[in-house]
């Protein structure tokens, strides 16, 4: 995340998550976690969705051991996104944390061709806090994106 201005800030707050998860309290690392991501109001994004929570709780661990590290070393540079050449539909929320509203910016950058769009009243949980303008904005999308 060098490239991302609040990349670091966003890191650095990972780490006490992280410390968290490795002590045994995997409630209080998922709510630090996504306090981090969503914001203060992450529960609502959960409450959106019954049982979702204790979903994400029981998945503690896969996120923590494997899809974790594979963020951290995973790389995507310019260079790699110049090979693509389907349509991009770039979607943010817009109560998101700082650092997605950078990376959403990013891929502006990197694919001015990208469809950018901004879902107001929604964090980066926007699929449970708003899923209908989510489904609206897709639809849309893939009515005028050709797939080849």
Same mark, same amino acid.
């Given at each position: 995340?060098?490239?991302?201005?609040?990349?670091?800030?966003?890191?650095?707050?990972?780490?006490?998550?992280?410390?968290?998860?490795?002590?045994?309290?995997?409630?209080?690392?998922?709510?630090?976690?996504?306090?981090?991501?969503?914001?203060?109001?992450?529960?609502?994004?959960?409450d959106a969705l019954p049982?979702?929570?204790? %979903?994400?709780?029981?998945? =503690?661990?896969?996120?923590?051991?494997?899809? %974790?590290?594979? %963020?951290?070393?995973?790389?995507?540079?310019?260079?790699?996104?110049?090979?693509?050449?389907?349509?991009?539909?770039?979607?943010?929320?817009?109560?998101?944390?700082? &650092?997605?509203?950078?990376?959403?910016?990013?891929?502006?950058?990197?694919?001015?061709?990208?469809?950018?769009?901004?879902?107001?009243? =929604?964090?980066?949980?926007?699929?449970? &806090?708003?899923?209908?303008?989510?489904?609206?904005?897709?639809?849309?999308?893939?009515?005028?994106?050709? %797939?080849?």
């Amino acid at each position: 995340m060098g490239v991302i201005p609040n990349g670091a800030e966003f890191m650095a707050g990972i780490a006490p998550v992280i410390e968290t998860y490795q002590k045994g309290d995997k409630r209080a690392e998922l709510e630090g976690f996504l306090l981090l991501v969503a914001g203060p109001d992450w529960r609502r994004s959960f409450d959106a969705l019954p049982g979702s929570f204790d %979903m994400a709780l029981a998945d =503690t661990d896969n996120f923590f051991r494997l899809e %974790m590290p594979a %963020m951290g070393e995973w790389r995507f540079t310019r260079e790699d996104g110049n090979r693509i050449r389907q349509p991009i539909l770039a979607i943010v929320g817009g109560e998101s944390a700082p &650092v997605f509203h950078e990376i959403h910016k990013l891929l502006q950058a990197w694919f001015p061709q990208a469809k950018r769009v901004t879902i107001p009243k =929604t964090n980066h949980m926007l699929q449970a &806090v708003e899923p209908r303008a989510l489904a609206e904005v897709l639809a849309s999308f893939w009515r005028t994106a050709p %797939m080849r």
